[in-house]
């Protein structure tokens, strides 16, 4: 299984880029995982917040394929805990699922169409982060997530 997020605009923060990195390489002993940034769309002051989105929307469907299961990282989804969350990803490897795709959104969410396009969503908490910080958090919960389904220390529960 692959596993991809996509998440709209780049990280500038250094700390936060640090820290995701850290994540990105101990995930590389576990999955074959990417990240993929969609560019900040130009000119926003020029737009709406739903003329924004749809143009996010358009960059993003760009690159998902048909046969990828598509999770969306949003506020209204479905809460787990790190050992459910880790059991969620255990069946879609049980399942033989090619391609998970987990996406976080812009600063206004996601369009009516990815939500559409997707087949499920989650929540990593009901408090409102950055979506800098939500990569970072994401990352360090899929490593987790690793950790727990091969029965190593990083996780004490």
Same mark, same amino acid.
């Given at each position: 299984?692959?596993?991809?997020?996509?998440?709209?605009?780049?990280?500038?923060?250094?700390?936060?880029?640090?820290?995701?990195?850290?994540?990105?390489?101990?995930?590389?002993?576990?999955? %074959?995982?990417?990240?993929?940034?969609?560019?900040?769309?130009?000119?926003?002051? %020029?737009?709406?917040?739903?003329?924004?989105?749809?143009?996010?929307?358009?960059?993003?469907?760009?690159?998902?394929?048909?046969?990828?299961?598509?999770?969306?990282?949003?506020?209204?989804?479905?809460?787990?805990?790190?050992?459910?969350?880790?059991?969620?990803?255990?069946?879609?490897?049980?399942?033989?699922?090619?391609?998970?795709?987990?996406?976080?959104?812009?600063?206004?969410?996601?369009?009516?169409?990815?939500?559409?396009?997707?087949?499920?969503?989650?929540?990593?908490?009901?408090?409102?982060?950055?979506?800098?910080?939500?990569?970072?958090?994401?990352?360090?919960?899929?490593?987790?997530?690793?950790?727990?389904?091969?029965?190593?220390?990083?996780?004490?529960?």
């Amino acid at each position: 299984m692959k596993i991809t997020l996509i998440a709209v605009g780049k990280t500038e923060d250094k700390y936060l880029i640090e820290g995701i990195d850290k994540y990105l390489n101990r995930l590389k002993h576990y999955i %074959n995982f990417s990240v993929l940034i969609i560019p900040d769309i130009k000119n926003t002051k %020029n737009l709406t917040e739903s003329q924004q989105k749809s143009k996010e929307a358009e960059l993003i469907s760009k690159q998902i394929n048909p046969t990828d299961v598509v999770i969306l990282l949003d506020e209204k989804g479905k809460k787990h805990s790190s050992v459910s969350f880790s059991d969620y990803l255990n069946k879609q490897m049980i399942g033989s699922v090619q391609h998970l795709v987990f996406i976080i959104g812009g600063p206004y969410g996601f369009d009516e169409r990815i939500y559409k396009r997707a087949n499920t969503s989650i929540s990593l908490s009901d408090m409102t982060f950055s979506h800098q910080m939500v990569r970072l958090f994401f990352v360090e919960q899929l490593y987790r997530a690793f950790s727990i389904l091969k029965n190593e220390p990083y996780h004490h529960a």
